[in-house]
């Protein structure tokens, strides 16, 4: 399994199962073994574009100590930091990594009563609005196997448990091009998210979270999706990329 990590290079990123094969001198049955059981275990993962293949989440577990030096979440700092200035409120970047959210990146609001998260917070996808809005920017057969059977936990009783209550939900937040969770991980605490774009297909978005009684749905939408998307429009533009239209 070593020998198919080490193809990896910065120079080439991504590569196809055909690739994989021939430049180990595999059997292509052996390859789409090994490969099939590297993406199981999350130290691979597929483009959901071009179906190619990249290096995975789980290797970041083997590197946990590094977490602080990469890149994103340095780039994005500055940014989660000048919105929760602006908002009062606590603003996460994170990744999907198979069923869960990895926090990457936090900056804590100002309020006394503010939600509190550190960088290798782990959450459930299925629940959350960074969770919800990560889902969504996957095909939706590569959804349901990044979370696996059903019944997912029901954090409260506003969490969805099966793919049949999650699918639509992820069909609207394509469409709307932002997600919400309203105390479906934590009773009295709402969510909204929006996507990050980044380099070599890395799954990210952005949050903000804060009590529900103090932001109610209402309010989630009309004055924080908007600054959400100026922020992931501006983390775009410094990464050198263009941001998605919205």
């Known amino acids: 399994m070593l020998d198919v990590l080490e193809l990896f290079t910065a120079a080439g990123p991504e590569l196809s199962l055909t690739d994989i094969a021939e430049r180990l001198k595999w059997p292509a049955p052996t390859a789409h073994r090994v490969v099939s059981t590297l993406l199981a275990r999350g130290f691979l993962a597929r483009d959901p574009r071009t179906k190619r293949l990249r290096i995975g989440m789980s290797v970041m577990r083997l590197v946990g100590p590094l977490m602080s030096g990469l890149a994103l979440p340095d780039l994005a700092l500055p940014f989660l930091r000048d919105l929760a200035q602006d908002t009062g409120e606590t603003v996460n970047l994170a990744v999907l990594d198979g069923a869960e959210v990895l926090y990457l990146a936090s900056a804590p609001g100002s309020f006394l009563l503010r939600v509190d998260t550190t960088p290798g917070l782990r959450t459930p996808a299925h629940c959350t609005a960074l969770g919800k809005c990560m889902l969504a920017q996957l095909d939706p057969d590569d959804a349901r196997q990044q979370l696996g059977k ?15 209550q999650l699918a639509p939900q992820l069909d609207t937040i394509r469409s709307d091009g932002y997600a919400l969770s309203l105390e ?25 979270a804060a009590s529900a009684i103090r932001v109610p749905a209402q309010d989630l939408v009309a004055t924080f999706v908007p600054r959400l998307r100026a922020t992931a429009e501006a983390l775009a533009r410094a990464q050198g990329l263009e941001p998605e239209p919205t």
């Not at 059903?150 to 049949?164: G, L």
């Open 150 to 164: 059903a019944p997912y936990v029901a954090r409260t009783d506003r969490s969805v448990h099966s793919w049949k």
């Open 184 to 208: 479906e991980y934590e009773a009295g605490l709402n969510s909204c998210a929006v996507p990050v774009p980044t380099h070599n297909g890395v799954i990210a978005a952005i949050n903000i």
